[in-house]
């Protein structure tokens, strides 16, 4: 099927294949974290501390990895990576049975977690060109492994719930670890010829600058950097209100949270399958547009929602347009950015999604602390607006100026 023409490559079937399995236990593990913090601290603010101390790491050390990513083999560096994050999903697994633990160790791990993912994504990311041979496939199989990501986002919290409020966050840390079984077998399966990519030897910090300065030159893919990132600070992180949402503003307890995530997870999903139909050629920066707009309206009307189904529709929407603008800005890079500088363009993407994320989540958190819920998603919904707005109007004077210089 055209849909899934990235199949016909067997060493990207077999990376799917595991990440889908292993993603199911990451979003359980994500809902027994979020919910764990609010069950100890009911404060909003304590769940954008955590969220900050687990993504911080790609805002500091994103860049300097690209670098490193780019010399290195990504595919030794994924193995390791996975090795790793098993380790924690063990530890906190351990903890909890133990009764040890407090927001404190939570952070401490989910810091640790942060550190090694920000290796995780960027070798991830670049690995999967390696995988596909035929770089026609690239953009449908970076659209279906966020396919198996949003997949994942509306099942994993959906079974994630049931073992929450049956068994404890325990239990859903426990999947976790297990699931890292089937990533690692599928990634010791692949069969790669390492190729490091030709570039000179330099430090990182010359790495650094040189991918600076490659991004600063290329407007086409740094303006798409830049958009990602004051969405990454003010309008993502409503994703981090759904504990709270889902009990100040419904009354609701860890069911209806796995509700509003699975309920995210499925927009996402959606906006996933709708990538990965999309044509090669297709103009991905007036996808960005469109799905910009539909982000920041889907969190307007969740913030008038009084009715819970509408609310979940408003999620539901909310993540579609995400979903579509992060994927479109994923695939333009790495299918526009130069092969020697891919891993570091990639890098940058990262940090401005995960690295700009902890800092906009301490900073929503705290605005939900002071003004309230419904404001602060007021306030997001209109940001994300603004955005969109800005965007638009560079899309304007771009086509005007080509127009102008033909």
């Excluded at 069969?191 to 030897?201: G, N």
């Excluded at 920041?296 to 609310?311: E, K, N, Q, V």
């Excluded at 940090?351 to 998603?377: C, E, K, N, R, V």
């Amino acid at each position: 099927m055209h849909i899934f023409r990235a199949f016909r490559h067997r060493n990207y079937r077999l990376l799917f294949i595991g990440q889908a399995i292993s993603l199911m236990g990451t979003w359980m593990q994500r809902i027994a974290v979020s919910w764990l913090v609010y069950r100890l601290t009911e404060s909003a603010l304590a769940l954008g501390l955590v969220s900050f101390v687990s993504l911080i790491p790609s805002l500091v050390l994103s860049p300097f990895i690209g670098s490193f990513v780019d010399r290195s083999n990504k595919y030794r560096i994924l193995l390791t990576t996975q090795a790793g994050l098993m380790m924690q999903a063990g530890t906190l697994a351990l903890l909890v049975f133990l009764g040890d633990y407090n927001v404190i160790w939570i952070g401490l791990l989910s810091f640790i977690q942060g550190v090694i993912n920000t290796f995780d994504v960027t070798a991830r990311q670049s690995l999967i060109v390696e995988l596909v041979e035929d770089k026609a496939d690239l953009p449908n199989a970076i659209a279906l492994n966020s396919s198996a990501f949003n997949a994942a986002r509306m099942l994993g919290p959906a079974v994630g719930g049931v073992l929450l409020s049956t068994y404890g966050e325990g239990a859903c840390f426990t999947v976790n670890f297990v699931s890292f079984i089937a990533v690692i077998g599928t990634l010791l399966l692949i069969k790669l010829e390492h190729k490091v990519s030709p570039t000179r030897k330099e430090s990182t910090w010359q790495g650094l600058k040189e991918g600076y300065r490659y991004l600063r030159n290329s407007p086409h893919l740094s303006t798409l950097i830049l958009l990602l990132t004051a969405s990454s600070l003010l309008v993502i992180p409503y994703t981090t209100l759904l504990p709270v949402i889902a009990r100040e503003m419904f009354d609701g307890d860890a069911t209806t949270f796995s509700w509003f995530e699975s309920s995210a997870g499925l927009g996402a999903m959606a906006g996933a399958v709708y990538m990965a139909r999309l044509k090669s050629g297709t103009n991905l920066r007036f996808r960005v547009m469109k799905a910009s707009g539909l982000f920041a309206f889907g969190i307007l009307l969740l913030s008038f929602a009084s009715w819970l189904p509408l609310a979940l529709l408003s999620t539901m929407l909310a993540a579609m347009g995400m979903m579509v603008q992060n994927t479109s800005i994923n695939t333009y890079i790495q299918t526009h950015a130069m092969p020697a500088f891919r891993a570091r363009a990639i890098s940058y993407y990262i940090m401005a999604f995960q690295g700009i994320f902890p800092i906009g989540s301490l900073l929503i958190g705290a605005l939900a602390q002071t003004l309230g819920i419904h404001y602060t998603l007021v306030l997001q919904g209109t940001a994300g607006a603004l955005i969109t707005i800005g965007f638009v109007a560079y899309i304007r004077q771009h086509i005007q100026r080509r127009y102008v210089q033909v």
